[in-house]
């Protein structure tokens, strides 16, 4: 069917819905994200093409043996933690999953009762909607700009900053192998090489690259791989090397939250401004505003 056909069949239908419904459904068709499938662009595709990619190369909990501690620390957590990586499992995703048997929402708390509790998820990845947050809403354009993602795991900071800036030149800093191996493949098979580099590396033997960077993100870097004293040690490499005045820190949870028990000298106010930010750019009802609420951006003073 045509533009034209399309247009009239479209207005037809409208104009046979009763009156009394008419509001409520041209409500739904202003807010709704059923048509997501219509509308996205091709970066939108793309990026939902890597999470395929990725998926089948991972278990489904996204963690790797290699990852000892991190899976102890969620062990550990007062409720039954799952690891729910959000770019690679959408909510949509979860829900298909969870109709198959592969993944539940919920514990039992007695077991053979019908006493339940929501199971809790952590992510160490952005989902697709708070990239697009990120790079259309909290960065300026970063044209000429070297973005360092700290921690950058299965690189979705560095696809996302490929596809959705002008970035110069985006580089992420790994210490486990197995995640810049994956990182690697993805780069070589989306020809991402030409603004894409990962370096397998302690993000504390990279003072340069730090010192030169005009952004860098930080997403639950230290808290499920180091421990405390690890942890208070690289915080504070990253306040000593992260000076150059009037770059920009995006971090997840907040620095007063990551800092927070920790045994450091770090004083943020002569070191950073917290920059507000606006959490109401998508209207839509079905969007994670309490994940945007930990996206927080600081500039260097």
């Not at 219509?38 to 278990?59: S, Y």
């Not at 007062?78 to 909510?91: H, R």
């Not at 809790?120 to 993602?149: A, Q």
Request: charged content about 20%; overall charge negative.
């Amino acid at each position: 069917m045509e533009f034209r056909s399309a247009q009239r069949a479209i207005l037809q239908l409208l104009r046979a819905v009763a009156p009394a419904d008419l509001p409520v459904l041209l409500e739904w068709m202003r807010t709704t994200r059923d048509f997501d499938e219509f509308t996205q662009d091709n970066n939108d595709i793309m990026l939902k093409t890597i999470a395929e990619d990725l998926r089948n190369c991972l278990p489904l909990e996204t963690m790797l043996s290699s990852e000892h501690l991190a899976l102890q620390k969620i062990q550990q957590q007062p409720e039954p933690t799952i690891e729910v990586d959000a770019f690679l499992y959408d909510e949509d995703f979860i829900d298909s999953l969870c109709e198959e048997g592969k993944m539940s929402r919920n514990y039992c708390m007695v077991c053979g009762s019908h006493q339940t509790a929501p199971l809790g998820f952590v992510s160490h990845s952005f989902s697709l909607m708070e990239l697009k947050f990120i790079y259309h809403h909290v960065l300026p354009d970063l044209s000429g700009k070297v973005l360092v993602d700290v921690g950058s795991r299965l690189g979705t900071v560095l696809y996302g900053g490929y596809l959705y800036s002008s970035a110069l030149q985006l580089y992420g800093v790994e210490l486990n192998g197995d995640f810049c191996q994956l990182q690697e493949m993805i780069i070589k098979k989306y020809q991402f090489t030409d603004r894409i580099k990962v370096l397998h590396a302690d993000i504390c033997t990279q003072g340069s690259l730090l010192q030169n960077a005009d952004v860098i993100i930080m997403n639950n870097v230290f808290e499920y791989f180091l421990d405390e004293a690890e942890q208070g040690r690289a915080w504070e490499y990253i306040s000593h090397n992260v000076r150059k005045q009037g770059s920009l820190l995006v971090t997840v949870p907040s620095l007063e939250q990551s800092l927070s028990g920790l045994q450091v000298n770090i004083q943020l106010s002569p070191w950073v401004e917290h920059v507000p930010l606006n959490y109401n750019v998508y209207p839509e009802k079905d969007v994670d505003r309490e994940a945007l609420e930990q996206i927080h951006l600081y500039k260097i003073l």
